[in-house]
């Protein structure tokens, strides 16, 4: 098992950026692959990015060219580097980590951190 604990979010105007963080420990984190949940009020857990262990990234179309999902294996670090914000993008943000993206990508992870709160004025 590995546990997961987010953190950088916060409050920001439509435009600016954030920079959330998922810190990793137990299980090796570097075979893992990792992913970013969005989840709004009422709504669904969504995927917003995913990475494989070699690195290989996926965004939803929603984020792509604003958000950048990279990993640090040597500070077993996740982060999510989010431009240009939107309203749109407000909701908590959760890091998940599983060895399969199979698994990461079908929302079922065997790791989730316990959120961090994003939350864009207009």
């Known amino acids: 098992q590995v546990q997961l604990v987010e953190s950088g979010g916060g409050l920001v105007q439509a435009g600016g950026s954030l920079r959330l963080s998922c810190a990793a420990s137990g299980r090796i984190f570097s075979i893992n692959a990792m992913g970013w949940y969005r989840q709004a009020p009422g709504k669904q857990r969504d995927l917003v990015a995913s990475?494989?262990?070699?690195?290989?990234?996926t965004y939803r179309d929603s984020v792509k060219g604003r958000f950048t999902i990279s990993r640090d294996g040597a500070k077993n670090r996740l982060y999510l580097q989010m431009n240009n914000l939107k309203p749109e993008d407000s909701g908590i943000y959760f890091c998940?980590?599983?060895?399969?993206?199979?698994?990461?990508?079908?929302?079922?992870?065997?790791?989730w951190g316990q959120g961090t709160q994003v939350t864009v004025s207009s």
């Open positions: 998940a980590t599983d060895p399969l993206i199979e698994a990461v990508v079908a929302g079922t992870p065997g790791s």
């Open positions: 990475i494989t262990s070699s690195g290989s990234t």
